[in-house]
């Protein structure tokens, strides 16, 4: 997934990610939920994890924003300002 495929929805769930507000449940099939419920776009939020942009904090279902994560929600943000 390249950072110009971003939209506002995985935006949005990067800041979510980023603001500790998603777990990632302990099974076979790494769904995702926000706040306590769970996330309404669960083959996007897939994508997300295979893109590498969100994993599962160790030993946590904790999800957590990862450096590529991070450059992409930034890059998306500088691309809205510009």
Same mark, same amino acid.
């Given at each position: 997934? =390249? ?20 777990? @990632?449940? #302990?099974? =076979?099939?790494?769904?995702? /939920?926000? *706040? ?6 669960? #083959? /996007? &939020?897939?994508?997300?994890? =295979? &893109?590498?942009? @969100? &994993? /599962? +904090?160790?030993? +946590?279902?904790? &999800?957590?924003?990862? =450096?590529?994560?991070? +450059?992409?929600? *930034? *890059?998306?943000?500088?691309?809205? +300002?510009?």
């Amino acid at each position: 997934m =390249s950072i110009l495929n971003l939209t506002g929805r995985d935006r949005a769930l990067l800041r979510a990610v980023a603001a500790g507000r998603c777990e @990632i449940a #302990p099974t =076979s099939v790494p769904n995702l /939920r926000v *706040d306590g419920r769970w996330f309404c776009d669960q #083959p /996007r &939020a897939h994508a997300l994890l =295979s &893109a590498g942009l @969100i &994993a /599962r +904090a160790l030993g +946590a279902a904790t &999800a957590v924003l990862t =450096s590529a994560g991070r +450059a992409a929600l *930034d *890059d998306a943000y500088e691309r809205t +300002a510009a």
